[in-house]
C-alpha cells in the first residue's frame, strides 16, 4: 500500500472553513477565533484494504497550512 499524495486542487476553501473533497474530512474554525477550530476527520482512518489511501497526517497538516494562507488574505 503506498500514499496517495495530498494536493491542495483537493481542497475547497470557504470563510466556513475547508474540506478535502476525496475524503471529506473538514477543518471548521471557531467562532470566536477564527485561527483555533475542529477538524473533522471524514473517511480519513476508514480501512481501504490493501488499496492506496490518503495519509492522514498530511492532510490535516494541509489544512492547517490552506487555512493560516486564507486567513493572511483576509487581513
Sequence with gaps: MTNILVRR?????????I???PTDA?????????SAGT???????????DSDAFDAEEVKKMM???WAEYLAKEA
Aim: aromatic share 8%; with cysteine.
Design 9 to 17: 486542487d483537493q481542497f475547497n476553501i470557504t470563510p466556513e472553513g
Design 64 to 66: 492547517l497550512q490552506l
Design 39 to 49: 477538524i473533522s476527520q471524514g473517511c480519513l482512518y476508514a480501512s481501504r484494504g
Design 26 to 34: 473538514r477543518f471548521v474554525p471557531s467562532p470566536t477565533n477564527r
Design 19 to 21: 474540506l478535502h473533497k
